[in-house]
């Protein structure tokens, strides 16, 4: 069987299981607590050593990099297609895979441990929280997440992340204009792909920034109601964690709301 190393919140762990609840692959689960650090676990590393999750092993092959298994899962398990046929289809729907990949991902880190677990992080000991920072290997990461943690919304980096995120919703809304799917055919790999960062805003109490996107809150909507939607990801989201997060962007709105305005 299938097993897929993912944390319950993870964005890049909620999309592989959107793609794997969606297709009814059946696959067994390990969790890592990101935030005691089990990505940094040596054992955990030898499998990936990007310090991330998720990764899956799938006949004895260990797979990492979540848009790559999302197509892999694809290839290897056809029954359900998630991706277009056409080329010219198939090269839309991976630009919002590469989007996401190259800026929104990376802003979205900034923007979640701005707000959402920073509070968390702060009243660990400072050895144990320098620890994990110190063990992420990309060094840009690894100075954002400090400055992060240390400033909150009030970091250099945060404003310029949150306007990345918030451009993301206004490029589906443009697409959505014509479709009713980011994949063209029917909820694909770039609908899963995009959910998790939607999802994130949404979790942080920026609901108002989707809301103020007709096309994409009836995405949101319609990606809620599909049967993996409920297994994926509504079941994995701990009630403690959730009211965490929108306290804390709650807490911080003020802040936050203007740097909405003008997208």
């Not at 969606?22 to 990007?50: M, R, S």
């Not at 050895?127 to 990461?141: F, G, K, L």
């Not at 960062?197 to 989707?210: E, F, G, K, N, S």
Request: charged letters at 25%; hydrophobic letters at 40%; proline letters at 7%.
């Amino acid at each position: 069987m299938l097993t897929l190393y993912h944390n319950a919140i993870s964005t890049c762990s909620q999309k592989v299981r959107l793609v794997l609840d969606h297709k009814g692959i059946d696959y067994q689960t390990k969790e890592i607590d990101l935030l005691a650090g089990g990505q940094h676990d040596p054992d955990y590393v030898k499998l990936n050593p990007n310090h991330v999750v998720p990764t899956i092993i799938d006949n004895d092959q260990v797979l990492i990099e979540s848009t790559l298994i999302n197509e892999y899962l694809d290839d290897a398990y056809p029954d359900i297609a998630m991706r277009p046929l056409g080329p010219v289809d198939r090269h839309a729907a991976r630009m919002w895979t590469k989007k996401l990949d190259d800026k929104v991902h990376p802003a979205t880190g900034v923007v979640t441990f701005a707000i959402g677990p920073r509070n968390a992080l702060l009243q660990q000991p400072e050895e144990v929280r320098e620890a994990n920072i110190a063990a992420i290997p990309d060094p840009a990461r690894r100075a954002a997440r400090r400055s992060v943690i240390e400033n909150g919304v009030k970091a250099p980096e945060f404003a310029g992340a949150l306007q990345r995120m918030i451009g993301l919703l206004d490029d589906m809304e443009k697409t959505l204009a014509s479709n009713d799917w980011l994949g063209i055919n029917g909820f694909g790999l770039a609908d899963a792909a995009v959910l998790p960062y939607v999802l994130r805003l949404d979790a942080l109490a920026m609901t108002p920034v989707i809301e103020a996107r007709p096309r994409v809150a009836d995405w949101y909507k319609r990606v809620q109601a599909l049967p993996a939607y409920e297994t994926a990801v509504a079941k994995w989201t701990p009630a403690p964690v959730s009211e965490m997060l929108r306290k804390s962007g709650e807490a911080v709105w003020s802040e936050v709301e203007p740097l909405t305005q003008g997208s």
